[in-house]
């Protein structure tokens, strides 16, 4: 009976074992019984709290002063002028004059003078050697020869060096330029001078020199005449002075047409002559309108056309009987057609003639003259001037293709590339 009972008990010691483990499973809030954690034991580390820096460009901020920046010196030559400008004043213009620009080399390596240039050929510059040790000093010697100048002048000699701070230096050379023989006005213009009646207008010669003196006066051309006459003393811009007048004239003899020409003042000494300009034109009878034909610019084969009118200055009757074409320098016509036409709406008749033509293939300059004949005794042909340029074509250039690669050689038996076929 005794043994029933220990049996019993331990069955029901298994179920109650069972339940319990199920409702474990069954119901999540249950919480298994975990095993004891194991106590490391800690120590206290001191920590350091910075505050945060303010950035300099903050509010009521004062930005940290900052020191002068120390300066490198140069491990080369520097270059260093006493003076980049000289103004040589008032001077004549029948001597040369000099002046020399020091420099001084301020670097710790040696400086090399590479080239000195001037601007113009009146400044020319001259050293003594290229090489300057450092702490060494030269001199460049400029020369400027004020010949054939006159008024206020401004040249430069620029010095390139191998200083690394200033490669070029610009040297400035001023003067005023006072010649010693000046002509005044330097260009005689005549204007209109009608056919026959001839004009004659004076310039005049002044001379700072009391020995040199005028001697004669020469056009140059065959329309023109000058006429040197006695000088007289006289004072300009505080200064006693000689001055000589000179006579120029366009003759009554002189064609129909532009004068240009020059005048030649020779003086008493040996290769002085002064040339001054004289221009002005001869009117005839017929007026041409306009004077000359103006083709402006033109491109290669371009079609162009001009007219002009011719009418009578004076009231005399005339008559135009041939139209040609003269073109410069044994140049081919440029015009095909020289049309005339009769304008019977005005008294005494007048003429328009208008040109038809192409611009020439090759670039460059077209003039020539277009003759026009009259039955005027005193007039019996008139130029009228024609003027233009051809602008060249613009070359073509041919586009540079790649070569087409070379043809690929079909793979030989036996190639590596492609099995041959079983």
Same mark, same amino acid.
């Given at each position: 009976?005794?043994?029933?009972?220990?049996?019993?008990?331990?069955? !029901?010691?298994?179920?109650?074992?069972?339940?319990?483990?199920?409702?474990?499973?069954?119901?999540?809030?249950?919480?298994?019984?975990?095993?004891?954690?194991?106590?490391?034991? *800690?120590?206290?580390?001191?920590?350091?709290?910075? #505050?945060?820096?303010?950035?300099?460009?903050?509010?009521?901020?004062?930005?940290?002063?900052?020191?002068?920046?120390?300066?490198?010196?140069?491990?080369?030559?520097?270059?260093?002028?006493?003076?980049?400008?000289?103004?040589?004043?008032?001077? =004549?213009?029948?001597?040369?004059?000099?002046?020399?620009?020091?420099?001084?080399?301020?670097?710790?390596?040696? !400086?090399?003078?590479?080239?000195?240039?001037? =601007?113009?050929?009146? *400044?020319?510059?001259?050293?003594?050697?290229?090489?300057?040790?450092?702490?060494?000093?030269?001199?460049?010697?400029?020369?400027?020869?004020?010949?054939?100048?006159?008024? #206020?002048?401004?040249?430069?000699?620029?010095? =390139?060096?191998?200083?690394?701070?200033?490669?070029?230096?610009?040297?400035?050379?001023?003067?005023?330029?006072?010649?010693?023989?000046?002509?005044?006005?330097?260009?005689?213009?005549?204007?209109?001078?009608?056919?026959?009646?001839?004009?004659?207008?004076?310039?005049?010669? *002044?001379?700072?020199? +009391?020995? !040199?003196?005028?001697?004669?006066?020469?056009?140059?051309?065959?329309?023109?005449?000058?006429?040197?006459?006695?000088?007289?003393?006289?004072?300009?811009?505080?200064?006693?002075?000689?001055?000589?007048?000179?006579?120029?004239?366009?003759?009554?003899?002189?064609?129909?047409?532009?004068?240009?020409?020059?005048?030649?003042?020779?003086?008493?000494?040996? %290769?002085?002559?002064?040339?001054?300009?004289?221009?002005?034109?001869?009117? %005839?009878?017929?007026?041409?309108?306009?004077?000359?034909?103006? !083709?402006?610019?033109?491109?290669?084969?371009?079609?162009?056309?001009?007219?002009?009118?011719?009418?009578?200055?004076?009231?005399?009757?005339?008559?135009?009987?041939?139209?040609?074409?003269?073109?410069?320098?044994?140049?081919?016509?440029?015009?095909?057609?020289?049309?005339?036409?009769?304008?019977?709406?005005?008294?005494?008749?007048?003429?328009?003639?208008?040109?038809?033509?192409?611009?020439?293939?090759?670039? %460059?300059?077209?003039?020539?003259?277009?003759?026009?004949?009259?039955?005027?005794?005193?007039?019996?042909?008139? +130029?009228?001037?024609?003027?233009?340029?051809?602008?060249?074509? #613009?070359?073509?250039? #041919?586009?540079?293709?790649?070569?087409?690669?070379?043809?690929?050689?079909?793979?030989?038996? %036996?190639?590596?590339?492609?099995?041959?076929?079983?």
């Amino acid at each position: 009976m005794a043994r029933k009972k220990t049996i019993l008990l331990a069955v !029901l010691s298994a179920c109650g074992m069972a339940v319990t483990t199920l409702a474990q499973d069954t119901n999540p809030s249950v919480t298994p019984k975990q095993p004891p954690v194991k106590q490391v034991p *800690t120590r206290e580390i001191p920590v350091k709290v910075v #505050p945060p820096q303010l950035s300099p460009s903050a509010p009521g901020v004062k930005a940290p002063e900052k020191g002068p920046v120390p300066e490198v010196p140069s491990q080369g030559g520097k270059v260093v002028f006493a003076d980049l400008t000289h103004d040589f004043g008032i001077i =004549s213009d029948d001597k040369t004059v000099e002046f020399e620009y020091k420099f001084k080399n301020e670097g710790t390596g040696p !400086l090399t003078i590479v080239k000195t240039q001037g =601007s113009c050929g009146c *400044t020319v510059p001259a050293l003594a050697k290229l090489e300057y040790a450092p702490g060494e000093e030269g001199a460049i010697k400029i020369q400027f020869n004020p010949n054939h100048k006159r008024g #206020p002048q401004h040249t430069t000699v620029t010095v =390139s060096t191998n200083d690394d701070s200033s490669r070029n230096v610009v040297l400035n050379v001023k003067s005023d330029v006072r010649p010693m023989v000046t002509v005044d006005p330097q260009v005689v213009s005549m204007g209109e001078v009608p056919k026959g009646k001839g004009k004659t207008m004076t310039v005049t010669v *002044t001379s700072r020199k +009391k020995d !040199l003196t005028v001697v004669g006066a020469q056009a140059t051309i065959a329309s023109a005449a000058a006429k040197a006459l006695p000088g007289v003393e006289a004072e300009v811009n505080g200064e006693q002075v000689w001055q000589y007048p000179i006579e120029v004239s366009v003759l009554p003899t002189a064609p129909v047409g532009q004068v240009v020409g020059n005048i030649a003042v020779r003086t008493n000494e040996d %290769g002085r002559v002064v040339n001054f300009t004289v221009q002005g034109e001869v009117i %005839g009878d017929v007026a041409v309108n306009p004077p000359r034909v103006q !083709l402006a610019a033109l491109t290669p084969g371009q079609v162009m056309s001009a007219t002009a009118t011719l009418k009578s200055r004076n009231g005399k009757a005339f008559k135009v009987l041939k139209v040609e074409e003269a073109p410069a320098n044994n140049a081919a016509p440029v015009f095909k057609t020289l049309d005339v036409k009769e304008d019977t709406n005005t008294t005494p008749v007048s003429y328009m003639i208008t040109l038809a033509g192409q611009a020439p293939t090759n670039g %460059g300059a077209v003039s020539g003259s277009i003759i026009v004949s009259t039955d005027l005794s005193d007039e019996p042909q008139i +130029k009228v001037p024609y003027y233009g340029f051809v602008r060249a074509a #613009p070359k073509q250039v #041919p586009i540079q293709r790649a070569p087409a690669p070379a043809p690929t050689a079909p793979e030989a038996p %036996g190639s590596s590339l492609i099995p041959n076929p079983k």
